[in-house]
């Protein structure tokens, strides 16, 4: 039997009755395939508003007390305690039709105000925030700009379905890391389409906005290093800037992924001096040879000038799926790489000893860079003369690939965890072999952040390793759907989502309330 939906307790304070509500998830809203509007006024009235706040992801704690609630109003002001707030105060001000005066002192307060505030004792997460609605006024606060405005997407939720109920919320995410992932490169994406998602998963409080830019069919961003790789449709630096500040502003991250040394085709098309054969002389599809160092260079110029156009604080490696890895025998199949490992590595090098002095190259190249890399599990080798750096993050998405390593594995070596989980998170266009498209109800009933391979969690010890997940879009056939139609495909997935790695903890309304909840949410 599901949990109840809050528990509360009553207690009389100086003539006042408080509701303490322990909350957990709740549905959502967003349109799929147009923008958002920039407006989301909640209609006049005069009505209090009651019950337990709903939003997407839900709350995790509510106090609720006597009172009428706040709902903004035409003319009344939204301000700021800091001008570093001015962005969050301007955008939140526009979404509710509310005037935006700028900084202005704790007693200079009107009635109908939403005050903005850095600095409150928050604990230490740094995307924490606290929502109090007391004396006709609405407040937010947190430790950092990036939680005051996750408490600005909850206030444009409770705006959304009539305003916030008097009293106070306390609110952070369980995981730091909250994303969605974009194929690109397989499926060309408008710039407006891209927005469009970056605003949707902004308001679901996710903070993550994954690139996978380049693969076999297409490199996808214009390069001024390198413009012979790039492909006919592509988006243009001034684009892909007007996405970097639209993210930015929403404090979402983009993390950008140039997938090597599989995946490369689009670039190998360019640079077919560059393409690996194997032993028949057999063009190995998508992999470059990494017993060349000009293949290192090529990637290693492309990172650089990426890094760039796509600032941050994440870089995704890629390493999956590389075929000279995928033969029965790497050695005899591909001799050229055997004998590279072998000069570099003595008489017991291997192709796998290659494949992760790769890996760790191109890691070196993004820490360079101040960036944290990242690379898929199965790029991933044990056992050998050279082993992955420690501190590449694990982008763990199946285990379906011949001796895939169990997350475990990981995760008792020390190292730190992304849940892409294929059999849940992975939204593939035309459902190729045993993929089928993921449902919002199945994630919000069966998955956490624990689960990362298959249906079965990990033991409870590793919670603290795992830093989040991401959901993914591939575009293996990329005729299947529309931009419309996966931007619909998405919708409750991506809420689903939201709430399971907001909190993890079974939710509080079933499947069928978390979906009446995202429609009158929007």
Known sequence: MRQARWAAAAVLTAGSVVLAYNLWPAGDGGSPGSRTPAGTRAAPSTSPVTGPPRTIPAVRAFTAASGPGWKPREGARVVVDDDSLADEGRLVAQELGMSYAGKKGAGDAEDGDLRLETGGGQGGNPEAYRLTVRDGRAVIDGPTDAGVFLGTRTLKQLAAAGGAPEGEIRDE????????????????????????????????????????????????????????????????????????????????????????????????????????????????????????????????ELIQEYSEVL??????????????????????????????????????????????????????????????????????????????????????????????????????????????????????????QTFVYPTGRRIYEEWTPLVVRGSTPVPERYDGQILGGSFAVWGDRPNAQTQEQVAAGLRMPLRATAQKLWDRRDPALDWTEFQQLAERLG
């Open 311 to 432: 600032p941050g604080t994440e870089w995704h490696l890629g390493a999956d799926e590389y075929l000279a890895l995928m033969a029965e025998d790497p050695e005899a199949s591909y001799p050229n790489l055997a004998t590279a490992a072998r000069e570099k590595y003595g008489p017991d090098g291997t192709v796998e000893d290659l494949t992760t002095e790769w890996l760790n190259d191109r890691a070196a190249t993004v820490k360079k860079l101040d960036r944290t890399p990242r690379a898929w599990n199965d790029g991933f080798f044990d056992g050998g003369a050279v082993a992955p750096a420690k501190d590449i993050q694990v982008a763990y998405w199946t285990g379906k690939e011949i001796g895939a390593r169990e997350p475990v594995e990981f995760l008792e070596a020390g190292r730190q965890v992304i849940n892409y989980n294929d059999e849940y998170l992975y939204y593939v266009l035309g459902e190729p």
């Open 173 to 300: 995410p369980a995981k730091p890391k909250r994303g969605l992932m974009l194929d690109i490169a397989r499926k060309f994406y408008s710039a407006d389409w891209i927005e469009d998602r970056i605003r949707e998963i902004a308001d679901l409080k996710y903070n993550e906005f994954g690139l996978h830019f380049s693969d076999d069919q297409g490199f996808r961003i214009e390069s001024s290093g390198h413009p012979e790789v790039v492909s006919e449709r592509h988006l243009t630096k001034a684009e892909v800037r007007r996405i970097v500040d639209l993210a930015r502003s929403l404090h979402v991250r983009i993390v950008p992924e140039i997938d090597s040394p599989g995946h490369l085709g689009a670039v190998l098309e360019a640079h077919p001096d560059l393409q690996l054969y194997n032993a028949n002389g057999r063009p190995a599809a998508g992999a470059i040879d990494i017993s060349k160092p000009a293949s290192g260079r090529i990637v290693d």
